[in-house]
Each structure stands twice: as structure tokens, then as C-alpha cells.
């Protein structure tokens, strides 16, 4: 039997009442334990009489820490699909129009701005 660590929420908050969802989701859990044939009918028939007559998170301890451990993380995305072959480059993105406008304001803003700053240093 697994031992439960502190920062379960079986043990750390051992006594907070037990929700619809944490029954439903120990359900689950138990119903793919035994599905996969990874916990045997009687554990699975005791984890079920002991999820839907426990009165606290705590009571429910002894039916976590039978079951196997189970993936809590989503698997990585893989990356996009490229038309390139390795090591090549791809092509660039055109700007849209009004990303050109703004870099010409703004580039046209810059040289004003030195020319200004140019003259003043100068005199």
C-alpha cells in the first residue's frame, strides 16, 4: 500500500467534507484501476462502499492510497508540421501595410529627432 504524502489533500485537509466531485473523480479512478485490471474486484467493490460512505477527505485515505499512481499532467504538444527540410531556413512573413507604415513614421520621427539634436549641439 502507498503512502500518502502531506501535500495530498487526503491528508492535508483531512478534515474537510467529502464533494460530489471528489466521489466522482474516485469513481473514475477506481472504475479505470479495475478496467485495467491493476486493482482486483474486491478492492474495487470495498474502494467503492468506503468513497460513497466516508464523511471526510480523510476517510478516504485508505482507498487513495491503494489505487496506482495516475498521470496528472497533459502530454506535450508536439511542434507544427514544416514544409522545409532540416536545417533549412524558412521564408520571412510579409509586414502587414500598416506595420510598414508605422516603421516609416517612426523611422522618419527618429531622423527628424537627430537633425534637431544636431543643429542644437552644433549652436
Known amino acids: 500500500m502507498n503512502e500518502l504524502p502531506p501535500s495530498s489533500k487526503y491528508v492535508a485537509r483531512a478534515a474537510e467534507p467529502v ?3 471528489d466521489r466522482a473523480d474516485l ?3 477506481l472504475n479505470d484501476a479495475y478496467s485495467d ?5 474486491s478492492t474495487f467493490r470495498e474502494g467503492l462502499d468506503t ?7 480523510g476517510d478516504l485515505v485508505p482507498v487513495v492510497a491503494g489505487l496506482p499512481t495516475r498521470q496528472t ?5 508536439l ?7 532540416p536545417g533549412e531556413l524558412t521564408p520571412h512573413r510579409a509586414l502587414a501595410p500598416s506595420t510598414t507604415l508605422w516603421l516609416a513614421v517612426g523611422g ?3 531622423v527628424l529627432l537627430l537633425l534637431i539634436l544636431a ?3 552644433i549652436f
Open 108 to 110: 522618419g520621427a527618429l
Open 19 to 21: 464533494t460530489d466531485a
Open 79 to 85: 511542434g507544427t508540421e514544416s514544409s522545409t527540410a
Open 73 to 77: 499532467y497533459a502530454e506535450p504538444a
Open 119 to 121: 543643429v542644437v549641439l
Open 27 to 29: 469513481n473514475t479512478w
Open 37 to 41: 485490471g491493476k486493482i482486483d474486484e
Open 51 to 57: 468513497v460513497y460512505s466516508a464523511a471526510t477527505l
